[in-house]
């Protein structure tokens, strides 16, 4: 007898796996099923002649289809510290976010502080020192992005311990998780369905043991390993179990090379990012010969004062600098991260919060993502006169078969405990391909051996055969149906399912999460689709969609039927919303098939067998309770198990999208205004009508703080595409209006004022034309209106002309409006540009509907 050793974390999820023989045609991206493998005890289980409490024994095995070896017991305590002493440990970090100094040199060595710090300089040798205040404003700015980057990965990085894998490894006989960082060279690794291999190995034992390579080798078959062959760090466990030994740790192993070269830390699609890169790639070459041409003109226009040319050229570049925005940006994803860090929910690649706002279909796995990992039999139902008492017993030996049974297996354990006694000769691991294990018994009193099955009826049993009928009934109930059959082929034979002996019913029934019906809402409001894909029997999961009102559940599709030709599947997903009976490469293909048709697919799930459905769909989304693998290669891992989490997910990557969308139009209006401006100065050869102490103001009131607050606001409008294309036809009309509406109000002022100081004047009347227009532009930005938003706007006015109205800051800013002609004169023609504004505005939103966001 021996002890069935723990899970992973004590209540394994429901996990899938794949078939029998090696290379079989298997893709692990399949829907779970009813059965995981239905084997004997993990090989080498250490021996207990006194199970604990709670410990179930599980059946004695012999040889059979797939031989035990001895148990091996590991390395001894001693044997590991020697070889922690010589340095032979897997200390490769877990990296869940960048490091500190990784987030300091991105925020602090980028381009435009680059540029920023030089005319810094500059102003700091021709003085005076307000007219540095941009220097002073791009370090607060760097180090509000350092300090929330920060915060976010304080976040990123406790939650990821939360949730990181931690292998059974062997030592001195007894089985114990431990982290991954503590393996070291030699180390006996347990594996399981689901699991991970952390480390690079040799197999020690194997039961029926396949490793599924994909995302390694792009090979989408599993591989049967035997005793002696190799297993690579990055692979994992598909069906059976067995041991590894290991032989390369630490940046040896081959997963921790691949990682050298891209870390953990990587970033989906995002079309936030590669939108500012085009941006900020067009202010530069834009600037270039704006700013060599400002410099020139400014040199010969104040031949007689070159520091004051030198001041009032700084004025015309920086604010062509949209410095800002790759802060802001930063800042909302690393803020989304801390929020939703809250919730449990590990964002593994930040924009996959972008991403998930995206998404217009969902796939989700039914089990585990709309029903809860627990289940209870319901029912045996005997056929054929079978005695109920003797399959009860062989039941129970099947449950206690497997040293990790899946979620169904667990409820026949429950509901069947007496299966002790039962030998074990021989056991066929669960395939999602086949969906059904299967396992030789030899009875108690050893006077018989048989051969039993245990599966989904509708692949068991012979179309026509009378136990479907009954089977259909009670899948329309919402219920799961699982087959018990006896035949007298061997579990190597091929065909092993063919004439098999139906003998009893198992119906399970199913825990619904009770947020499941909420969510799926959500998302119906959102105009997202919701597509649940499942193994199960198609009437059953139809049921379950249906008591959860999902739209289309009442049509539920067997995906057997569906065409294998892309764009024809694609047509019959448009068409359903409930899929039953998904093989694992049809799970794949589905998500291509939708992807071809130009939707943006996010897919969830936490068995093994979605590992390569969520790698290939835009936004993977994996259960904390999910397989190691699940885990791994998804964006993001509700660590709550919470499918209502979601919503929080969503609702995140909409603010960061929305209101980055709304902050680019602020500060890409300031980019154009400021380029038009420097190119009519050069052209007319009039001094520039700034000092760069006037444009700080203007882009502190205008754009800084107004931005900060609205980057962070809620924002719940869907996203939308061609993120560069809308906020240029925003920006630019914005920008050239604000531009010449300046420019017009300076050369009025430098008709309409004389005398030494006219200058001073003219800079001054031209300045509060320019914040008029520029809060003008905010006004619009902040729609639609909440009170918080009128008080933000109001603010920035109000302090406006608080530095109007107070001498000293009269002094320090060098605005002083001269007389009252000039002045209104000034917020006429910026309330004239204000309506062109409108109405302009309004032209774009009506040609481009699509655009609006507001």
């Known amino acids: 007898m021996r002890q069935r050793p723990s899970s ?16 079989q045609a298997v893709d692990a991206g399949a829907e779970l099923d009813p059965v995981h493998p239905v084997s004997p005890p993990a090989p080498g289980a250490a021996a207990s002649p006194e199970p604990g409490p709670g410990t179930r024994t599980a059946p004695h095995t012999e040889s059979g289809p797939h031989t035990r070896p001895a148990a091996a017991t590991g390395l001894t305590a001693s044997e590991v510290a020697e070889r922690v002493a010589r340095g032979e440990v897997n200390d490769v970090p877990v990296r869940s976010s960048r490091s500190t100094s990784e987030i300091v040199r991105a925020n602090v060595f980028t381009r435009f502080n680059a540029i920023i710090g030089v005319l810094f300089l500059i102003i700091l040798v021709v003085g005076p020192i307000q007219d540095g205040l941009f220097g002073f404003v791009i370090v607060a700015n760097t180090a509000i992005g350092i300090i929330q980057e920060l915060r976010a990965k304080k976040t990123l990085d406790s939650l990821a311990l939360i949730g990181e894998v931690r292998p059974t490894v062997r030592r001195d006989g007894a089985s114990t998780e431990i982290a991954t960082s503590r393996i070291v060279l030699g180390d006996l690794i347990e594996l399981g369905p689901g699991d991970k291999v952390v480390v690079d190995g040799d197999v020690a034992e194997a039961d029926g043991l396949e490793i599924d390579e994909s995302l390694l080798t792009g090979e989408a ?77 400014q040199s010969v226009v104040q031949d007689h004062d070159w520091k004051e040319a030198v001041r009032r050229m700084v004025a015309g570049i920086v604010p062509m600098v949209p410095e800002g925005l790759v802060l802001l940006t930063s800042v909302a994803f690393a803020i989304g991260v801390i929020r939703l860090g809250r919730k449990q929910c590990l964002v593994q690649e930040l924009p996959a919060i972008e991403g998930l706002a995206r998404v217009d279909v969902v796939c989700l796995d039914k089990t585990g993502t709309l029903t809860e990992g627990g289940m209870d039999v319901s029912e045996l139902r005997p056929l054929g006169g079978a005695d109920a008492r003797y399959l009860r017993t062989v039941l129970g030996a099947l449950g206690e078969s497997d040293p990790r049974p899946n979620a169904s297996l667990r409820a026949i354990i429950e509901a069947y405990p007496d299966g002790a006694g039962w030998r074990v000769t021989g056991s066929l691991p669960f395939s999602s391909a086949r969906k059904y294990s299967g396992a030789s018994l030899q009875e108690p009193d050893a006077s018989a051996t048989s051969t039993w099955l245990l599966g989904a009826p509708d692949v068991l049993l012979a179309s026509g055969d009378p136990a479907l009928a009954d089977t259909d009934r009670l899948n329309a109930q919402g219920l799961r149906v699982l087959l018990l059959a006896r035949t007298d082929r061997p579990l190597d034979d091929p065909e092993v399912s063919r004439d098999a002996a139906p003998v009893a019913l198992v119906v399970l029934e199913q825990r619904l999460r009770p947020d499941a019906s909420d969510t799926l809402h959500y998302f119906a409001d959102q105009n997202v689709a919701a597509k649940v894909i499942s193994g199960d029997n198609a009437v059953s999961v139809g049921a379950v969609a249906a008591k959860l009102r999902l739209p289309g559940a009442d049509h539920p599709v067997d995906a057997r039927t569906l065409p294998a030709e892309r764009d024809r599947m694609a047509e019959g997903l448009d068409a359903g919303a409930v899929f039953g009976r998904v093989t694992p490469q049809q799970k794949r293909d589905m998500v291509a098939a939708l992807q071809a048709h130009r939707h943006t697919v996010a897919m969830t799930g936490d068995g093994v067998n979605d590992v390569l459905a969520l790698k290939d769909a835009d936004i993977g989304v994996s259960m904390g309770s999910g397989s190691e693998a699940t ?10 198990n919470s499918f209502a989490t979601l919503p929080s997910v969503v609702a995140e ?20 205004y400021s380029v038009l401006l420097a190119i009519l100065v050069v052209c007319s050869q009039v001094p520039y009508p700034f000092l760069p102490r006037h444009l700080t103001l203007l882009s502190v009131l205008t754009i800084g703080v107004p931005a900060f607050f609205l980057a962070l606001a809620p924002n719940k409008e869907r996203a939308k595409p061609h993120f560069v294309r809308r906020v240029m036809r925003y920006a630019v009309p914005a920008g050239v209006i604000a531009g010449f509406t300046t420019f017009a109000t300076y050369l009025l002022a430098r008709h309409y004022y004389t005398g030494p100081r006219s200058l001073e004047a003219e800079t001054s009347v031209a300045t509060l034309a320019l914040f008029l227009i520029a809060l003008w532009v905010l006004a619009i930005v902040a729609r639609p209106y909440t009170w918080w938003r009128i008080v933000l706007v109001l603010t920035m006015l109000a302090c406006f002309l608080v530095v109007l109205i107070t001498p000293w800051l009269q002094t320090f800013f060098q605005l002083r409006l001269v007389g009252t002609a000039m002045p209104w004169t000034a917020v006429v023609i910026a309330g004239i540009a204000g309506v062109v504004l409108e109405a302009t505005w309004w032209w774009v939103h009506h040609k481009y509907p699509d655009d609006k966001d507001g």
């Open 631 to 640: 885990r791994a290669v998804a964006q993001i891992v509700l660590l709550n």
């Open 653 to 672: 990557g909409r603010r960061v999208i929305g209101n980055i969308t709304r902050v680019a139009t602020l500060f890409l209006t300031k980019t154009v």
């Open 221 to 297: 078959d599993p591989v049967l390993k035997h005793p002696g062959d190799p297993v690579m760090s990055g692979s994992f466990v598909v069906a059976g179990g067995g041991t590894f030994t290991a032989a390369k740790v630490g940046r040896e192993a081959y997963a921790a090379q691949l990682a050298e070269e891209a870390s953990r830390f990587t970033l989906v699609a995002s079309e936030l990012r590669s939108g500012i890169s085009r941006i900020l790639k067009y202010v530069t070459w834009m600037m270039i010969p704006t700013a060599i041409g400002l410099i020139v003109s």
């Open 8 to 23: 992973h974390s004590g209540e394994p999820p429901p996990r899938g796996g794949s078939g029998a023989g090696p290379r």
